[in-house]
């Protein structure tokens, strides 16, 4: 005997997650918001797992949908994530609300179209975080080196070393 199938679309955003559940004849069952923290995300899982089967979608929205993935994935509920670009049904409508966003990504995962994101592994989020932050702080660095020279510049100051952030001119710093 087939169970049946419920399908969970989640809009998410920084601070809350907007949940729409419908049937597998696409009959919406309960709709609600939560916090996007551990404690919601929890209520969230615990919801599900009242039901028989089930899967959930979410869209994928800067990065507030990681830790949201995450926990289910941690929790081996079956997940997809949703690409903004091509979800046109969301994206092309007249009237955009977190819960008609959150309906629609519903009737998609039921309907099977959804148009998914590619989602590398946790480790591989991980690593390629760390790699953006590098490269942020060192375009910062950058940033403040060039401003340190243009004041230099601005006001005079002769400095009399050929790379004022190399190993001479920090040896100078007392």
Same mark, same amino acid.
């Given at each position: 005997?087939?169970?049946?199938?419920?399908?969970?679309?989640? /809009?998410? =955003?920084?601070?809350?997650?907007?949940?729409?559940?419908?049937?597998? +004849?696409? $009959? &919406?069952?309960?709709? %609600?918001?939560?916090?996007?923290?551990?404690?919601?995300?929890?209520?969230?899982? /615990?919801?599900?797992?009242?039901?028989?089967? %089930?899967?959930?979608? !979410?869209?994928?929205?800067?990065?507030?949908? +990681?830790?949201? %993935?995450?926990?289910?994935? @941690?929790?081996?509920?079956?997940? $997809?994530? #949703?690409?903004?670009?091509?979800?046109?049904?969301?994206?092309?409508?007249?009237?955009? +609300?977190d819960k008609i966003d959150a309906r629609t990504l519903a009737q998609?995962?039921?309907?099977?179209?959804?148009?998914?994101?590619? !989602?590398?592994?946790?480790?591989?989020? @991980?690593?390629?975080?760390?790699?953006?932050?590098?490269? #942020?702080?060192?375009?910062?660095? +950058?940033?403040?080196?060039?401003?340190? =020279?243009?004041? &230099?510049?601005?006001?005079?100051?002769?400095?009399? %070393?050929s790379d004022l952030f190399g190993a001479r001119a920090a040896g100078?710093?007392?």
């Amino acid at each position: 005997m087939n169970e049946a199938m419920n399908y969970v679309g989640i /809009d998410v =955003h920084k601070q809350s997650l907007q949940a729409a559940i419908i049937d597998e +004849t696409g $009959k &919406l069952l309960d709709e %609600f918001r939560l916090r996007n923290n551990r404690e919601g995300i929890q209520r969230l899982i /615990d919801m599900a797992r009242c039901l028989n089967g %089930f899967k959930a979608v !979410v869209e994928s929205s800067a990065n507030y949908w +990681t830790k949201l %993935f995450d926990v289910l994935e @941690e929790n081996r509920i079956p997940i $997809k994530l #949703s690409n903004p670009y091509k979800t046109k049904a969301i994206a092309e409508a007249k009237v955009k +609300t977190d819960k008609i966003d959150a309906r629609t990504l519903a009737q998609l995962l039921r309907a099977d179209l959804v148009a998914e994101c590619y !989602v590398p592994s946790r480790e591989d989020r @991980e690593k390629r975080g760390l790699i953006r932050e590098r490269a #942020s702080m060192t375009k910062i660095r +950058t940033e403040l080196r060039n401003k340190i =020279h243009d004041l &230099l510049a601005k006001y005079e100051y002769s400095h009399g %070393f050929s790379d004022l952030f190399g190993a001479r001119a920090a040896g100078t710093v007392s």
